[in-house]
């Protein structure tokens, strides 16, 4: 059966979380042994509202990024747990792609080496494949090479994958952290066997349109894209995305045409903005 583009993902998680009270600062990843019950009301929330893949709350689930928590955490139980809370939540009526963040280190600067990355990717990602995953989503990747280093390991999985990039540097800030432009990474990924490669972070949806016009024009594979809700702004001190989820909304059939084949929300959008996006995607 061929499958029905636009598939609709999921909003942000960080912040949801927060909205259920995780401190500012603490590692969202750790509730999933604390407070399960919380993390599975933010899945359970973007099904809801529609999202026929969700994500899990493992995006800093690896050795590396949790190098300060080291000998207090089991990675494979954290990674497990996530999945497992995404599956509950899903039930029949989602699938659950698994989130697979960067390391927080830079090859280039020799902060961290090859052999460490593959080590710390394996670990997550066999976790998160045993817990019954049905895909991995390789995203916020600054670091082209990190990304295929993820992107070798979870290709042994044989589930779907998918990796995002961001790009939010440069003069028009257009290119990734190492200079990385939207064709690059097209082009680089599917030829290192990526299934799906795409964006998510860094751009409000308008900034988005452009990125996903430039992918589509050097690649064939769908493409999936998460734009943030705008780019935050400091009120009281805390970082608050203006955009309405119906302003966000409004902006995606531009997305789709662009080429875009699944659509959701990174920062600062929630279970209203998949909502959103679900009533725009039905009315033709």
């Known amino acids: 059966m061929a499958q029905q583009w636009p598939v609709l993902t999921d909003g942000a998680w960080g912040t ?4 259920r009270g995780l401190p500012a600062g603490e590692v969202p990843d750790l509730w999933n042994l604390t407070h399960a019950e919380k993390v599975e009301q933010v899945a359970s929330a973007y099904v809801a509202a529609g999202s ?10 690896n050795r590396i990024a949790l190098a300060h928590l080291s000998g207090r955490i089991d990675i494979r139980a954290l990674n497990r747990a996530g999945v497992e809370i995404s599956k509950r939540a899903a039930g029949t009526s989602a699938r659950v792609y698994a989130s697979v963040g960067p390391s927080g280190k ?3 600067s020799g902060d961290v080496s090859e052999r460490d990355l593959e080590a710390a990717f394996e670990e997550q990602i066999e976790a998160l494949v045993e817990a019954g995953a049905d895909g991995i989503v ?6 082209l090479d990190e990304a295929r280093i993820a992107l070798r390991i979870a290709k042994r999985s044989r589930l779907p994958v998918v990796v995002s990039m961001v790009f939010d540097s440069g003069k028009n800030r257009d290119r990734t952290l190492t200079g ?6 097209a082009r680089e990924l599917t030829s290192a066997g990526a299934d799906v490669v795409g964006a998510n972070c860094g751009h409000g949806i308008e900034g988005y349109i452009p990125v996903c016009s430039r992918m589509r024009s050097a690649t064939t594979s769908p493409l999936w894209m998460k734009p943030n ?3 935050p702004e400091l009120v009281d001190g805390v970082a608050t995305y203006k955009i309405s989820p119906q302003e966000f909304a409004a902006r995606v059939p531009a997305l789709v045409q662009a080429g875009a084949n699944y659509v959701g929300g ?5 279970p209203e903005f998949i909502r959103a996006i679900k009533t725009v995607l039905a009315d033709p």
Request: aromatic share 2%; proline share 3%.
């Open 266 to 270: 990174c920062c600062g959008t929630n």
């Open 106 to 108: 830079l090859l280039a």
């Open 180 to 185: 990385v432009t939207p064709e690059q990474a």
């Open 52 to 61: 026929q893949i969700i994500l899990t709350n493992t995006f800093r689930s």
């Open 229 to 231: 809700a705008g780019l």
């Open 138 to 143: 390789i995203e916020t990747m600054a670091d």
């Open 16 to 19: 949801e979380l927060q909205a």
